[in-house]
């Protein structure tokens, strides 16, 4: 499975867009980019999933450029609720290759 | 809808001790994964089960590690016997099918080894 680079950390202030990037430049064309989120001492949040056009839905909406080598996952209108590690992983899916590979994620801050 | 549910939610025990983490997958899920975080190596999957057949094992650190899955409602961890560097929180997820379907996981065990 493709290699996810993500910033370490970012701010974002309250009710304004959290956009958070990531960049998967040796993806593969059957490779999927998935985001989760972890807030503290909670299990990981699925959030959204894409291949290769953009995706919206009630939480979050994901970019996908054309080349497919970077994403952007974007939170319309972060609340406080919104700080946690946000982690972007690729992954086949296809046949019995379940596995997702956690990377260190991006810890967003969202600040009143 | 009831999510993965783990049990028990936080476990301190002594070292030597054999320890037992428990998971209920989302009713109708076939694929299940047992993941450890830990400060020093993050998330990382310890094995995962497809119609309740492991597939994948490859993460599991020893043999003091084993996991079973007796039906599609049920999966257990075990750790015998138990060392401090056990000591992590241990995540189950479950997803349905090998396709793209992300997976739902619960909120852990904290496992705590003195």
């Known amino acids: 499975d493709a290699k996810t680079t993500q910033p370490t950390s970012m701010d974002c202030a309250e009710g304004r867009a959290a956009n958070l990037p990531c960049n998967h430049s040796?993806?593969?064309?059957?490779?999927?980019v998935y985001w989760y989120r972890q807030i503290h001492s909670q299990g990981p949040q699925y959030i959204i999933h894409?291949?290769?056009n953009n995706e919206t839905n009630e939480m979050a909406s994901l970019i996908i450029t054309e080349d497919r080598k970077s994403s952007t996952l974007i939170l319309p209108h972060a609340t406080l609720r919104d700080t946690a590690v946000y982690y972007c992983i690729v992954r086949v899916a296809t046949g019995n290759t379940g596995k997702l590979i956690f990377g260190q994620g991006t810890t967003l801050q969202v600040k009143p | 809808d009831a999510g993965v549910i783990q049990s028990p939610r936080h476990e301190v025990t002594e070292m030597g001790q054999e320890v037992t983490l428990r998971c209920k997958p989302i009713s109708g899920h076939n694929s299940l994964f047992w993941y450890r975080q830990t400060m020093m190596r993050g998330l990382e999957l310890l094995i995962y089960f497809n119609n309740n057949v492991p597939i994948d094992d490859s993460g599991m650190p020893e043999d003091r590690f084993s996991a079973k899955m007796p039906n599609a409602s049920f999966s257990t961890l075990k750790i015998q016997p138990s060392e401090p560097r056990d000591s992590a929180v241990y995540f189950c997820?479950?997803?349905?099918?090998?396709?793209?379907?992300?997976?739902?996981f619960g909120d852990g065990t904290r496992l705590s080894i003195l």
């Open positions: 040796t993806i593969s064309g059957n490779e999927y």
């Open positions: 894409g291949l290769k």
């Open positions: 997820a479950s997803t349905v099918g090998a396709g793209n379907q992300p997976q739902h």
